[in-house]
């Protein structure tokens, strides 16, 4: 008895020196939102702290992190780092579900998507950080860490200290690699950064590179044209620890694509914040934390950048921890697009950059395999699925939420997740996954009061409300097995997923949207021999080979798009709503989509309005007698949904309150008046 309890010792010793992670320091631990209590759940606590990891870059489970070799190491072979983490949960005893929030850029987004409010700071501390108390009420313990380095500093409003989640990995040092960095102007101007979306990049191995090139073109498959090196230079940063800048005589204009080319040095392991997450997940399913039980479930949410990050843990088996066990039961990607698939793990990684329209379309941001269940490539002959690597040891895969607005099918390649790569034919998902689309959506809920920098205002249907009934419904069908509502996308058998020409030979005319000429197609970049198996690029800028085709939804005859989910604002319309955006000819690239927004136009109030203006689409007095049929218009709507599991009876008044406050304000607005205050209750 006594060999067995010493053999169980040391094997307990072992497993503790080979940890992922290796301790936890908590370094602040104070109420949250002090005074409230939230339903059932009662009072929240906040802890702050640091993890410190240490991987095996000979362990398996670790071979996919490009560099992770490269890295410095301790005296036992190991890669040790940090990362800070939040920690929002019930001070009660019970088991929760944890849930864990890919930071986005460095910033916790969860929050003001679901519970409509972003904190201050970046630091949830007050009620207010709360919002409406949406994830507390539900009981979820929510988790936020830092794994990403490429966060841009900005500028504090005074009296403020920004508490972003940012992440120093792992340098492997003395490596090099050519660079390559697009940028744009929406106006004139003598100096730019040329990182990503307010972001870093890496900077000239050599300061002032004499041998950087800077090319222009107008659009992506035009011919670079190199502009002489005298007529440039780089330029500091304009806050400290901020992206370099480049400055040109004459200055850099709208309507051009400029790139930025040079050799950098020391990149980071990109991918240790991958696996961060990961470790830093397995640690919490584990090991009870400071008075708490271990959770009952872990789910993971991520929202566009951050949705993608998990889409690229699972095709690089990031999704099982060293002793390969899942280290999330589910998992609800927001707006992802594409999925994903190709970003956030390769030498000189950037994980802010991704393709839009006119731009970044030499960065991987995403790639084959899309699909979930296997498909084949008709371009290379290979067939695969985005959780080939995801499975434990037993077999088994997360419980998957994919969703997507219309936006994703015009600007971010999203019908690629369920169709063939040529978009000939419909791929069913997985048993694990379900897929829905939020027509009518844009990338995030409209916000913006003004045209500028499109043609039209945005979009104001509210995609959010479903949001928190998938969620609930992502953690029902993980812990008590209840199914989720059912699939809900676009699809080319019933007729609701299409081609550009079609979508435009559809849409009605004469109301003031044009459709765009293309929508995003993904590229197909070839990047040498070395990428694919361990990314790292020898051909910088990417040879480009035949893009991915996508689609995009059918539109009715209101010019709202058909198929998926279909929100309450396209069941009972006051206007059509799109998924794409043009850009204002004076900000250049005019044929262009906005990156994140959609289009709303109001229906005329009249027939007589309708026919003095030549609209096509029928008036609201043509579909509603009146506010109060309106009204029940939006109700029967709401109703439906949350029949189909895709609202929560909790958020109908609020649906309620949102449409019919529309109602009331197109019905005030004077026609002639082409602001967009009105979408906005003030």
């Not at 005329?604 to 049929?629: H, I, K, Q, V």
């Amino acid at each position: 008895m006594k060999r067995k309890l010493m053999m169980l010792a040391m094997a307990a010793a072992v497993t503790t020196a080979h940890a992922a992670v290796e301790r936890i320091q908590v370094v602040e631990r104070v109420p949250f939102a002090p005074g409230v209590t939230f339903g059932e759940y009662g009072a929240y606590e906040k802890i702050r702290g640091i993890a410190f990891y240490a991987l095996d870059p000979k362990a398996a489970a670790n071979a996919a992190i490009v560099d992770l070799k490269k890295a410095p190491r301790d005296k036992q072979g190991r890669v040790l780092f940090s990362s800070e983490f939040v920690l929002l949960r019930p001070t009660g005893t019970q088991p929760s579900t944890l849930l864990y929030d890919v930071n986005n850029r460095g910033n916790i987004a969860i929050l003001g998507q679901v519970n409509g409010r972003s904190p201050a700071n970046n630091d949830p501390t007050t009620a207010a950080d709360a919002g409406d108390g949406f994830l507390m009420r539900h009981g979820f313990s929510l988790l936020f860490s830092a794994w990403t380095w490429d966060v841009a500093p900005t500028v504090p409003v005074a009296g403020t200290v920004p508490r972003p989640l940012v992440f120093a990995p792992p340098v492997a040092k003395g490596v090099k690699g050519k660079v390559q960095n697009e940028f744009t102007v929406n106006a004139p101007t003598d100096v730019i950064s040329y990182a990503g979306m307010r972001g870093l990049t890496y900077e000239p191995a050599t300061p002032n590179d004499p041998h950087a090139q800077l090319t222009e073109r107008a659009r992506q498959g035009d011919k670079r044209k190199p502009i002489p090196r005298s007529a440039w230079h780089f330029v500091e940063p304009e806050l400290k620890g901020g992206p370099g800048r480049v400055q040109l005589e004459g200055g850099f204009k709208p309507d051009t694509i400029y790139e930025i080319t040079y050799v950098a040095k020391d990149p980071y392991v990109t991918g240790a914040g991958l696996a961060g997450i990961r470790d830093l997940l397995s640690y919490f399913r584990d090991h009870p934390f400071e008075g708490a039980p271990v959770p009952r479930n872990v789910l993971m949410f991520g929202i566009s950048q951050s949705g993608r990050v998990i889409g690229r843990m699972m095709t690089d088996g990031l999704n099982v921890d060293e002793g390969g066990k899942l280290v999330f039961d589910g998992a609800y990607l927001q707006v992802p697009g594409a999925g994903g698939s190709a970003g956030f793990n390769s030498r000189f990684a950037q994980p802010t950059r991704h393709p839009s329209m006119m731009e970044e379309h030499d960065y991987p941001a995403d790639a084959f395999p899309f699909t979930s269940t296997p498909t084949r490539d008709p371009a290379t002959g290979k067939t695969a699925s985005t959780l080939d690597k995801a499975r434990d040891k037993q077999g088994n895969l997360p419980k998957l939420f994919y969703a997507n607005t219309s936006t994703e099918f015009w600007n971010r390649g999203a019908s690629l997740i369920a169709t063939s790569a040529d978009g000939e034919r419909d791929v069913a998902p997985a048993d694990n996954v379900r897929i829905y689309g939020f027509m009518g959506a844009q990338h995030y809920v409209g916000r913006s009061n003004k045209r500028a920098p499109f043609t039209a205002c945005v979009s104001t249907s509210d995609h959010y409300l479903p949001m928190r009934a998938l969620i609930v419904a992502l953690d029902d069908w993980t812990t008590k097995g209840k199914q989720p509502p059912a699939n809900a996308y676009p699809q080319l058998a019933d007729g609701t997923l299409t081609t550009v020409a079609d979508y435009r030979a559809i849409f009605p005319k004469g109301f003031g949207l044009t459709p765009p000429e293309q929508n995003l197609r993904e590229p197909r970049l070839d990047f040498g021999r070395r990428f694919a198996a361990q990314g790292i690029a020898d051909v910088v800028p990417p040879k480009h080979g035949d893009d991915y085709e996508t689609r995009v939804p059918t539109p009715d005859a209101d010019g709202n798009d058909k198929g998926g989910v279909r929100l309450v604002e396209l069941q009972a319309p006051l206007g059509t709503h799109t998924g794409w955006n043009l850009r204002a000819p004076d900000t250049g690239f005019a044929w262009a989509t906005s990156r994140f927004d959609g289009s709303f136009v109001p229906f005329a109030r009249t027939e007589a309005e309708r026919m003095a203006a030549g609209d096509p689409r029928l008036s609201l007095e043509a579909r509603y007698a009146n506010r109060d049929a309106y009204a029940a218009a939006v109700r029967a709507a709401a109703e439906r949904q949350v029949a189909a599991g895709l609202l929560l009876q909790e958020d109908v008044e609020r649906t309620m309150k949102e449409n019919v406050g529309l109602y009331d304000r197109i019905v005030a607005r004077d026609p002639s008046d082409q602001g967009c205050n009105y979408l906005f209750a003030q």
